[in-house]
């Protein structure tokens, strides 16, 4: 089996035990209602981490992200709420302001050559400085379209319920995940997080590539925002505070290396997932406080990283010995 | 005045850097269907006409045609849009991706936007094929073995350029039968009509495959000659710029008695690193250690020193077992190690001369006895005469001093704890002509006042200059141990061949 | 000898410091003003002094962890774990000296943690501290669960707001550290030892330095300074909040070593210049305070200043202003 596939067929693993476990105590978990909470509640963390997975597997790191989810639902209540704008005209505002300020990100990272996190610090200090500048208090949005979206859903047998911001995310990840298999981008995004001295030799456009990759986090996040807009019908400066380490989180559980070149948009979905499982578990146990929640992701995180250290130390790539026999 | 026989020609390159002039006036011509050897001692600009070719660097003044065309060469996808493809010594792939990423990225084929992969795979099987590799295009590039991945590097080029191909040291980390198979392929590229360059320090390869060779020293063209017009023995003469002419051994052997045994290796030696040695060191000697390349010599001087730990034998400090298996041991009993690549181990770039020549002294003392300036002043400035190390101040950066000075500085850390025994590592490797001469002096001198030094070097004369026993290594092994009249080079260049080259006139 | 003293003053940082402490004097006259009240020292500067103590103690931990290439993201959620530990221990009955004693020891074995990850599994830091970063906050709340743990205790709210010779406890014991640490590498090798690992590991290991044992100690050091700073931040609001107490102080840590002059690549490094680092950064927050802007307008202002560092060190400024900075270009390579 390759060594990329190792740490995500052990995700998988853990996830399918976890649940199972999950599920013979508490039978009610196995059930498409669960299921479908899963997606809606995880929807935002979920298409964050797709922006973050890129952003890794290039090599950098960004903690903006929580902050721009933050920044963009006050632009987006802002917007419609006191400036009468359509949702959709604030959507796409939003989106916009955001790959701006990702494109800004990537150029310094880029050109200053600094390191991508204190970068993405300055960045997340922008962008969380800028929400409570235009607004300190919690901005609710009250508007039709808003209603109508609520009202898309998919209702499954048993009870369950797809929502439309569920479903989002899920099409982000199929997207997220053709982007980083099946186009020459993502393939630079890789080549970037493997070797950037060889990856420029080769000629990937190395400033591109940065640039779009900072770029297409923000936008991720911005979109992000939208949904937790959605979810929570109103803008709040300090919202999702914190999500970056979620998702660098569910990223690395995911499978995908932390230092870059290695990992899978799917691998992702399933670090969501067991992120989101352990959240419900906790719920349904009633018993256990919500700080095991992150007692459980540090752990989890120290077991991938040891197991990530163990899987790609193990065999350095370009030692010959490997293969001489 | 065009003259297209050329597949590639620089004119009358000069390239000035600051007030160095790395390559004055030369001309260097590429034949379609040759393999056209570039050799030159480190410093001779073979590396700066290389980058000139490729586009990392702009001349100063000069021209670069291709086909009789002048070009203009700006950047390495330029390069390759002009048919110009370039291996470099460390294989510059991307080890987390599959070989056949490896082979098409940034022109993988695309269907409906979205790369087709089957198509890749099937077209990479195709170009593996042609190179005689039998592996999965969709596993993962490190997986496979330096040379397959050399040989990837090539395949790369070729497909992407197609006329002209630079290999930069491909065989610096091959093994024999590796090397063997490159050549095949090189040979086999040479008929298809690709321009080669080929940039080695082995001569035995430049005349086992290339067609002519031009020489370089200190940037200029000393020559470019058929090769079947010159012996090796020209060969060297022209690269050093004087009759060396492998005037064998000289006087070191045999001249004084050799003094008490200070280390006594006994069956040392690492698993996949370096086969178990026995070897004895006595005071007021210097062993040589030859070799090529990736022959085990770095993996020997650094089990000797801890660098490595050894998992076989045992070794003898002035008659008693001891332990070595860290630096820390070692430097306890009065060893020193001045690393083969002085850059990532050896120097401490961006902190003082001064510093950078007390370390080791400090680390044996300890933390709480620290040094103070003025004493740290005294010890640096006292080495620093000793050996004429040229820093403007002690307090400046080291890695603002040439090669020599640095390795002079490292020298002088060892030099600061009043060592027993001695490890250069390519002692005199890169360095300009005043301080390879400081150094030579230097292990002389020590070897006089009682010291134990081993060194490696793949400067053969001078190793037979200083050394009482040379040391050969070959395939992690060590294969000989020369004393008295075999310490010259025709014999180790033998022992590094196992008889081999008959060549070695 | 006065030349050297002046030469020393005019470096980057104590201008910026200058040019801040400037800036609020313009915007609020009052700024320089000390009285005397209650055995103690009152004004903006004073106040200053006490409000950065915390992230200057942070700093004086932080910087050798960044002079050795590394990064500590923990910091903040050991603070909250140290002052979880001591005001458990107090509520439950126990004396002062023991609850200071366990939360020390607490910061200093989350220190040790990240050290082990570090020197021994070779993980890079800036993952390595990741996992403390994230799960010290879970085990605070554990600690305290879930509550703010108030407490009555005298000798851990003098800690967090008590006074001594007029100068409050926590700049009191800011300028304490900052004296033991600066001798503790200055006066022995230390120093020396972590800018050469911090230069160079492979090459230190080689000329015969521990660099395993230095870089548990390093990290050991920063737990422990985080474990001070979590004990005043508790002392002061005489309570311990796990979720709140030291949240995003890692990055004014990080920032403050940044401004102080250390690379984030490691190297040279100073700790009387990240203190500087952290008291600018105070002193920008409560100029934004006392002149009357929202305190959310600070965040803007740090990522000004965080680009503005940048580009002072980034080899492009080398480009446009060539002479001193254009080594670090090449280290890079």
Redesign the interface.
């Known amino acids: 089996m ?3 596939l190792r740490p995500l067929v052990a995700t998988a693993i853990i996830f399918i035990i976890a649940y199972s476990l999950a599920v013979m105590q508490f039978p009610g978990m196995f059930s498409t209602r669960v299921l479908g909470n899963f997606l809606t509640d995880n929807a935002f963390l979920g298409i964050a981490a797709v922006g973050m997975t890129f952003v890794i597997l290039s090599g950098g ?1 960004d903690l903006s992200v929580g902050a721009v989810i933050g920044f963009t639902g006050v632009l987006v209540a802002v917007l419609i709420s006191w400036a009468g704008f359509h949702p959709l005209s604030a959507f796409a505002i939003a989106l916009l302001v955001a790959a701006i300020f990702g494109g800004v990100m990537g150029l ?1 990272i880029h ?5 991508a ?3 993405t ?6 962008a ?3 929400a ?2 235009i607004t ?1 208090d919690s901005v609710p949005i009250s508007h039709e379209f808003y209603s109508w979206i609520s009202s898309l859903i998919i209702r499954l047998p048993g009870g369950g319920r797809l929502s439309f911001i569920g479903l989002t995310m899920v099409a982000v990840f199929i997207v997220g995940a ?1 982007v980083a298999h ?3 981008f ?3 995004v ?2 970037l ?3 950037p ?3 420029s ?4 456009p190395v400033a591109r590539t940065t640039v779009g990759v900072y770029m297409l986090s923000s936008v991720l996040a911005a979109l992000a925002g939208i949904v937790f807009s959605l979810y929570t019908s109103a803008g709040y ?1 300090l919202a999702a505070v914190g999500v970056e ?1 979620d998702a ?2 569910a990223v ?1 559980i995911g499978g995908t290396l ?2 870059g ?2 990992g899978f948009v799917l691998g992702t979905f399933i670090g969501v997932m067991l992120l989101g499982l352990v959240q419900t578990y906790i719920i349904f146990d009633g018993t256990l ?7 459980v ?3 989890l ?2 077991l991938f ?2 197991l990530q ?1 163990l899987i790609f ?1 193990a ?1 350095a ?2 030692e ?5 026999g | 005045m065009v003259d297209a026989d050329y597949a590639l020609e620089a004119r009358g390159i000069i390239k000035v850097f600051g007030n160095h002039v790395a390559l004055d006036n030369v001309d260097f011509g590429l034949r379609a269907g040759e393999i056209h050897a570039l050799l030159g001692e480190n410093g001779a600009g073979k590396s700066t006409l290389i980058k000139i070719l490729t586009g990392a660097y702009q001349p100063t003044t000069g021209q670069v045609l291709a086909d009789g065309v002048p070009v203009a060469v700006d950047n390495p996808q330029q390069a390759q849009k002009h048919g110009i493809g370039t291996v470099y010594q460390e294989v510059n792939l991307l080890p987390n991706r599959s070989v056949a990423e490896n082979l098409f990225l940034g022109h993988q084929p695309t269907r409906f936007g979205l790369v087709d992969r089957r198509k890749m795979e099937r077209d990479s099987r195709d170009i593996l094929e042609r190179y005689g590799l039998d592996i999965d295009p969709a596993s993962e590039l490190g997986a496979h073995s330096v040379a397959v991945q050399q040989i990837v590097a090539i395949a790369r080029a070729v497909e992407l350029s197609g006329k002209v191909l630079i290999l930069d040291e491909p065989t610096a980390s091959l093994d024999r039968n590796e090397v063997e198979r490159l050549f095949e392929i090189m040979r086999d590229l040479r008929a298809k009509g690709l321009a080669i360059v080929f940039i080695t320090h082995f001569l035995d390869q430049v005349f086992a495959v290339a067609d002519r060779v031009t020489i370089l020293r200190n940037g200029k063209r000393i020559e470019t000659r058929a090769l079947d017009d010159v012996t090796r023995t020209d060969v060297v003469r022209l690269m050093l710029g004087k009759d060396v002419a492998f005037s064998g051994a000289t006087g070191v052997q045999d001249a004084r008695p050799l003094g008490e045994v200070l280390l006594d290796f006994r069956n040392y030696g690492r698993k996949r690193s370096v086969h178990p040695f026995t070897l004895s060191i006595h005071k007021g000697e210097v062993v040589g250690v030859a070799g090529l390349l990736g022959s085990g010599r770095t993996e020997m001087a650094r089990i000797m020193f801890g660098a490595d730990a050894a998992d076989e034998g045992e070794v003898h400090f002035e008659g008693k077992p001891v332990s070595i298996a860290r630096p820390t041991d070692a430097i306890s009993k009065g060893f020193g190690f001045c690393p083969e690549d002085r850059k990532a181990e050896g120097i401490f770039g961006d902190l003082s001369v001064r510093e950078n020549i007390i370390i080791a002294l400090q680390g044996k003392l300890g933390w709480f006895s620290a040094l103070n300036r003025d004493e740290q002043m005294e010890i640096a400035g006292k080495f620093g005469e000793a050996m004429d190390i040229r820093a403007a101040s002690l307090d400046m950066p080291i890695k603002l001093l040439s090669g020599g000075n640095q390795q002079k500085v490292i020298l002088s850390r060892w030099l600061a704890t009043d060592p027993a025994f001695l490890i250069l590592d390519e002692p005199t490797r890169g360095i300009d002509v005043g301080a390879h001469a400081e150094i030579v002096r230097t292990i002389n001198r020590l070897r006089d006042e009682g010291l134990a030094l081993v060194v490696i070097s793949s400067e053969l004369d001078e190793v037979v200059a200083y050394s009482s026993r040379i040391v050969v290594m070959r395939d992690r092994e060590m294969v000989a141990e020369l004393s008295g009249k075999d310490i010259n080079p025709g014999v180790i260049v033998q022992a590094i061949a196992n008889h081999k080259e008959g060549t070695a006139s | 000898m006065m030349r050297r003293i002046l030469g020393q003053l005019a470096n980057p940082q104590l201008l910026a410091l200058a040019g801040v402490l400037l800036i609020n004097w313009l915007l609020f006259p009052n700024f320089f003003r000390i009285t005397w009240q209650d055995g103690r020292l009152f004004g903006s500067l004073i106040d200053v002094l006490n409000r950065g103590a915390p992230v200057a103690i942070l700093a004086i931990g932080m910087v050798g962890v960044i002079a050795t290439k590394g990064v500590d993201l923990s910091v903040g959620a050991v603070m909250a774990m140290a002052g979880a530990v001591a005001a458990t221990l107090v509520v439950a009955g126990y004396p002062a000296p023991i609850a200071v004693a366990a939360a020390l020891t607490v910061g200093l074995l989350c220190g040790l943690w990240n050290g082990f990850l570090v020197a021994v599994l070779d993980i890079q830091p800036i993952v390595a501290t990741l996992v403390l970063m994230v799960a010290g906050r879970g085990i605070a709340q554990l600690i305290t669960q879930g509550f703010i743990v108030t407490f009555n205790d005298p000798v851990l709210i003098f800690i967090g707001t008590g006074s001594f010779l007029g100068l409050p406890m926590a700049a009191v014991i800011a300028i304490v550290l900052l004296v033991i640490v600066t001798l503790l590498v200055r006066k022995t090798a230390l120093g020396l030892f972590i800018e050469a690992v911090g230069v160079n590991r492979a090459a230190a290991s080689l000329a015969g330095i521990r660099s395993r044992m230095l870089l548990l100690y390093v990290y050991g050091l920063s737990g422990l300074c985080a474990a001070i700073a979590g004990i005043i931040v508790a002392g002061d609001i005489r309570g311990a909040d796990a979720n709140n107490a030291g949240l995003w102080l890692e990055l004014d840590a990080i920032l403050a070593v940044v401004i102080g002059g250390t690379s984030l690549l490691g190297g040279r490094f100073s700790v009387p210049l990240a203190v500087v680092g952290a008291i600018i950064i105070q002193a920008m927050n409560t100029g934004i305070l006392v002149s009357g802007f929202p305190p959310e307008f600070n965040l803007i202002v740090k990522a000004g200043l965080i680009f503005l560092v940048l580009i002072i060190q980034s080899p492009l400024a080398g480009r446009l202003f060539p002479a001193r900075l254009r080594p670090v270009q090449e280290a890079r390579k």
């Open positions: 390759s060594r990329s790191i310094a050109y200053m050559q600094v390191p996190f204190i970068v610090l300055a960045g997340m200090f922008l969380r400085g800028g409570s500048v300190q053709l099946r186009t020459k993502g393939s630079y890789y080549a997080g493997g070797n001295v060889s990856a030799l080769m000629g990937v400066p380490l660098i989180s690395v932390l230092t070149g290695y406080s919500s700080w095991w929640t992150k007692i992701i540090g752990v995180l120290f990283i040891v250290r130390a065999s790539p370009g010959k010995a490997a293969e001489k």
